[in-house]
Nanobody, 118 residues
């Protein structure tokens, strides 16, 4: 069992950067693969990227090369580093934890909001 919370969202200019965090306030996050998703107003949630144990990651084509997932097991967290950000308004980025066994309840954070505008 794990509880996750996101942070780090905010308002930035196009081409800027942000670092989002997904912190486990309960449980051990290294026992889970962690996916990042985003949802714009009026649109469906979309996959952004995923990190397995260790350094194994994969990304959606729309963000590959600009977004990077990294684990910090000492801090019990997974980060999403966003660079060269493009225009978007009130987009909620959420993390999703799935146990490495593939069984049991999965967990969503509450999300953190990102706006990129000039």
């Amino acid at each position: 069992q794990v509880k996750v919370e996101e942070s780090g969202g905010g308002l930035v200019q196009p081409g800027g950067s942000l670092r989002l965090s997904c912190v486990a306030t309960e449980g051990i996050l290294s026992n889970y693969r962690v996916g990042w998703y985003r949802q714009a107003p009026g649109q469906e949630r979309e996959f952004v990227g995923r990190g397995w144990a260790g350094k194994t990651t994969n990304y959606a084509g729309a963000v590959k090369g600009r977004f990077t997932i990294a684990r910090d097991n000492a801090g019990n967290m997974v980060s999403l580093h966003l660079i060269n950000l493009k225009l978007e308004v009130s987009v909620i980025y959420s993390c999703h934890a799935v146990h490495l066994s593939g069984f049991g309840v999965t967990y969503w954070g509450q999300g953190t909001q990102v706006t990129v505008s000039s």
